[in-house]
């Protein structure tokens, strides 16, 4: 099997200056550590296919020169990962950081939710890939003073998860968000346990495709 352009095999490479975007993993021939983890692992295929191109569009929309260097200091963390944990780790928190990007944000999908409560709050959605969904879901809240006055206040999550039955749950500590995909363009989302936001900040309610 071969992925090719694969985002996670840039360059040992890099010591040759070959371009980020052109090295791929040969699963039939792995040649590092990380390498057999991502080919032995379907949640590392997934994500890896999903950085590939968040990572694709991040070059053609944003700073390509930082998105290179960006990409292969993660790929450099990558590398350095002795076990699957910490590489779901590393390319969650480049999933995350490619999503809120400008190519990102163009190749996800943006929702909407806006309650009496004062939070405006904005969900993306890429995927899903192979059963996972990158999510990046963040509110702002306008408190009664306004925002004139800087009664403002914003907080988020994000993560890799499975989407099964139209549903997928983020967690923090012991904090839970359920999010139920109701159609291809309304989710519901709901919180539960201690979920420890910006005063005034709550990620609950009905996401409409924008």
């Known amino acids: 099997m071969r992925i090719s352009r694969s985002?996670?095999?840039?360059?040992?490479?890099?010591l040759f200056a070959v371009p980020v975007e052109a090295a791929g993993i040969d699963c039939a021939k792995p040649g590092s550590l990380s390498d057999h983890m991502i080919c032995q692992d379907k949640s590392l295929l997934a994500r890896d296919a999903m950085?590939?191109?968040?990572y694709a569009a991040a070059l053609k929309h944003?700073?390509?020169d930082k998105i290179?260097?960006?990409?292969?200091?993660?790929?450099?963390?990558?590398?350095?990962?002795s076990d699957v944990t910490c590489a779901r780790q590393a390319y969650d928190d480049q999933i995350a950081s490619l999503l809120v990007?400008?190519?990102?944000q163009s190749a996800s999908t943006d929702f909407q939710s806006n309650s009496a409560d004062g939070n405006e709050g904005h969900l993306a959605v890429f995927g899903p890939v192979d059963g996972l969904l990158a999510v990046s879901l963040a509110s702002t809240y306008v408190g009664p003073g306004g925002a004139d006055a800087g009664d403002v206040n914003a907080d988020g999550i994000d993560g890799v998860v499975p989407?099964?039955?139209?549903h997928a749950e983020l967690?923090?500590?012991?904090?839970?968000?359920?999010?139920?995909?109701?159609?291809?363009?309304?989710?519901?989302?709901?919180q539960a346990g201690v979920c420890d936001f910006a005063a005034g900040v709550t990620l609950q309610g009905t996401y409409r495709k924008q």
């Open 51 to 54: 950085v590939r191109d968040l």
């Open 171 to 190: 967690s923090r500590d012991a904090c839970k968000i359920d999010l139920n995909r109701l159609n291809a363009k309304t989710w519901r989302v709901s």
């Open 101 to 104: 990007t400008k190519g990102g």
């Open 163 to 166: 989407l099964a039955k139209e």
């Open 62 to 64: 944003d700073d390509a």
């Open 7 to 14: 985002a996670s095999a840039v360059i040992i490479i890099g």
């Open 68 to 81: 290179r260097e960006r990409q292969r200091r993660w790929i450099t963390k990558v590398q350095s990962c």
